[in-house]
């Protein structure tokens, strides 16, 4: 099994302070992508990113995928309460490769108070 | 929003019965998955398929089956419910960019709980 395993799996944090969701493997992946689910809702698709060393933002978040592409991290900057949710991490799931199919993280719960 | 659709969206049942949740899509979607969400495991892949008539198993495919009849609809039966199949699921859809890279919609989830 193609495992991906996230880090840490709750983070509970204060408005304003930084954190750092990290996603691994021991093998190699030709994308990953990370997801946001709010609860009672689906996950909903934040960033891919495809190339080694891709650094990706969208407003206070950044993602980057590791040179040898079997890692990848998230960074928040000033979180706020808006941001508290889910945050998973997917890769592609085995053969055949273009079925789309999703191997999941098992997700990182924050929550970040006012 | 890719139109997707989830009934019902609660369901409490027993062990031993059957069960279908259905899948919605508005927008002729090829693609489409059946997930499960526990705590501790993230999203696992039950079956999905590639067109009307076409699926296939995913990771944790014991205990459920698919039908595709029409593009839009992606059934997901539980031929007889047992306990640990308690769990929130997810109906997806891929849509394919140009670039051969997709992106997956979720729907809004179904909480199934067997008693």
């Keep these: ?114 | 929003d890719a139109g997707i659709t989830q009934s019902p969206r609660h369901k409490v049942t027993e062990t031993g019965t059957p069960v279908t949740l259905r899948c919605h899509q508005t927008e002729n979607h090829r693609y489409m998955y059946w997930y499960r969400q526990d705590p501790g495991h993230g999203l696992r892949l039950i079956h999905y398929s590639y067109g009307v008539k076409d699926t296939d198993k995913g990771e944790v495919s014991d205990g459920y089956s698919v039908s595709r009849s029409k593009t839009e609809d992606f059934l997901l039966t539980l031929e007889s419910a047992t306990s640990s199949q308690t769990s929130v699921y997810f109906c997806a859809i891929s849509e394919w960019a140009s670039g051969g890279t997709d992106t997956q919609y979720f729907g809004p989830g179904t909480r199934l709980t067997v008693l």
């Design chain 1, 1 to 114: 099994t193609q495992l991906l395993e996230q880090s840490p799996q709750f983070l509970s944090i204060q408005e304003g302070e930084n954190l750092t969701v990290y996603c691994n493997s021991s093998s190699v992946f030709s994308s990953l992508q990370w997801y946001r689910q709010e609860p009672g809702e689906g996950p909903v698709l934040l960033v891919t990113v495809v190339t080694g060393g891709e650094v990706k933002k969208l407003k206070r978040l950044t993602f980057q995928f590791g040179d040898a592409r079997k890692d990848s991290s998230l960074h928040i900057t000033a979180a706020q309460p808006g941001d508290t949710g889910l945050y998973l991490c997917a890769r592609r799931g085995g053969l055949p490769s273009n079925t789309g199919k999703l191997i999941f993280g098992q997700g990182t719960t924050l929550q970040v108070k006012p």
